[in-house]
């Protein structure tokens, strides 16, 4: 095999995956993704000539599944006793140990010594790299809260490739709730490294995080652009399309068109339209019924416009109220299929990270290149602002260690490593402050020059004044006012 170099184009012929995790779809490069893709079209042909499959003998897969799901659950259990293994499971909290406080950490060395594999769905966003840090045997996240679903992603992929041909150079539009929908942060990464261009058509107040788009930009090159006015209001209230990314590879580049409109957007035709429905159960407390509400119905109707004609319709499912049962016998429609091939596509994947299989991959890899952002490790005391974040729940905040990539310096932006969600601090001090004089020790506003300034080594990060004094710091004269008081 050769190994695939930064930058470069190079072929790959076997790819093994053995004793590797999948957390986020960032852990798989495109040439391992095809590998998977042509192991699982094998599965298929072996499933369907009904060839006894042993690449799971004598392996167990433990089944972890703290959330809801059918889907997701029964194809990764189907799939491993279709490779001839056994599963263990468990699928409610409250029947394990966590309910009785246990941590993650500790639940994880446990399944590591019973199975040879895990599976884990958890409503923390990062649990499953939690899980996969600990436990010593391959896990592959299931859905961790609003953050990712990487599997789905292989599936909604595997389904495109083979309708279509490719992945490259399609338009891909995503639609509903964009804000929460894990399927859709795992899907916008794999899309952006196939090459595909996107258009958000998000429901009125569930947009894609600015995190999100900002990881976009800055370790997928490309562009998002925001469309201009267009003379066509009845279709723009029809089809939200809220913004457009295109690849560095495009031929259209966005940038000589700043005025981009739906028109010009969808004159080309829609390759595929990936319906997602509200998750309403991680709306915050204050979001609500308005949101619901707002939300776009795709149907019959709306698919007449010839810019549909050839289009793909997707959707993860369960559907809700978001699509409209009048599509089920649609050609157009692909999802009873896609959640289909959730089994083939889930027993390549078990066996190559078993080790049982290697894939041959043909066809040229398209590397994006990695960025290697330096590390702030948390001191004194940061942590991650999501509450929704494995790091700072009260089982897990006793052992795990805050880390954060320090993605921008200007503005000074932090992402978790563990829920990935962005964010900027308000104030920061360097712990080298002048001559060691405690009068000189001073705290400033992260939108000061100081972002720049302070080395990442030196760099101390505080969420408010009060945790920056407490450290004893005084405020400078680049607080920002507020804190001066
Ligand atoms: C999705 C999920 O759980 O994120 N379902 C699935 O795995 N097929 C989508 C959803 O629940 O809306």
Redo the contacts with the bound molecule.
């Keep these: 095999m050769t190994i695939p170099l930064e930058g470069r184009r190079v072929e790959v012929e076997k790819v093994t995956l053995a004793r590797r995790s999948l957390v986020t779809i960032d852990d798989l490069s495109t040439g391992e993704m095809e590998a998977v893709f042509s192991l699982a079209d094998g599965m298929s042909a072996e499933l369907a000539r009904q060839i006894p499959i042993e690449s799971g003998r004598g392996k167990i897969m433990a089944s972890l599944f703290f959330e809801p799901?059918t889907?997701?659950r029964l194809s990764f259990e189907a799939a491993m006793h279709r490779l001839g293994g056994g599963v263990i499971s468990a699928v409610d909290v409250g029947a394990t140990s966590l309910a009785k406080g246990e941590s993650l950490a500790d639940m994880a060395r446990i399944v590591g010594s019973y199975a040879d594999i895990a599976v884990i769905r958890h409503p923390w966003e990062g649990a499953a790299k939690v899980i996969a840090d600990y436990a010593g045997i391959p896990v592959i996240n299931a859905?961790d809260g609003g953050h990712q679903?990487p599997t789905?992603t292989l599936l909604d992929l595997y389904t495109i490739r083979k309708e279509r041909g490719t992945i490259k150079g399609l338009k891909i539009a995503l639609w509903g709730d964009l804000k929460y929908?894990?399927?859709i942060h795992s899907l916008i990464f794999a899309l952006a490294k196939f090459g595909a261009d996107i258009l958000f058509c998000p429901s009125p107040g569930l947009e894609l995080p600015e995190h999100i788009i900002q990881k976009l930009i800055t370790e997928y090159g490309g562009e998002v652009v925001k469309p201009g006015a267009s003379n066509g209001k009845s279709k723009e209230r029809l089809f939200p399309l809220d913004a457009v990314y295109t690849t560095p590879t495009s031929p259209h580049q966005l940038a000589m068109m700043p005025d981009v409109s739906l028109e010009v957007e969808l004159k080309t035709g829609v390759d595929a339209l990936y319906v997602?429905?509200t998750?309403k159960e991680r709306f915050a407390t204050d979001e609500g019924d308005e949101l619901k509400q707002k939300y776009p119905v795709v149907d019959k109707k709306l698919l007449k416009g010839k810019e549909f004609r050839r289009t793909l319709v997707m959707h993860?499912?369960?559907r809700v109220d978001e699509l409209a049962y009048d599509l089920d016998t649609d050609p157009r429609s692909q999802y009873f299929k896609q959640a289909a091939y959730g089994v083939p596509v889930r027993m390549a994947l078990l066996a190559l990270l078993l080790g049982a299989r290697e894939s041959p991959v043909s066809g040229e890899e398209q590397i994006v290149p990695a960025v290697d952002f330096p590390i702030y490790h948390g001191k004194p005391g940061l942590r991650c602002p999501n509450s929704k974040c494995v790091s700072v729940q009260k089982t897990e905040i006793k052992y795990i260690e805050p880390e954060f990539k320090i993605v921008n310096r200007q503005p000074l932006t932090l992402r978790c490593i563990y829920c990935e969600h962005g964010f900027e601090p308000e104030y920061i001090a360097s712990s080298e402050w002048h001559e060691g004089r405690s009068a000189s020790k001073k705290y400033h506003s992260a939108r000061s020059h100081w972002a720049q300034k302070i080395k990442t080594e030196n760099l101390l990060v505080f969420t408010s004044a009060r945790e920056a004094e407490s450290h004893g710091f005084k405020p400078s004269h680049y607080t920002g006012g507020a804190a001066e008081k």
């Design positions: 799901s889907r997701t859905g679903h789905q929908g894990r399927t997602t429905r998750q993860p499912l369960p």
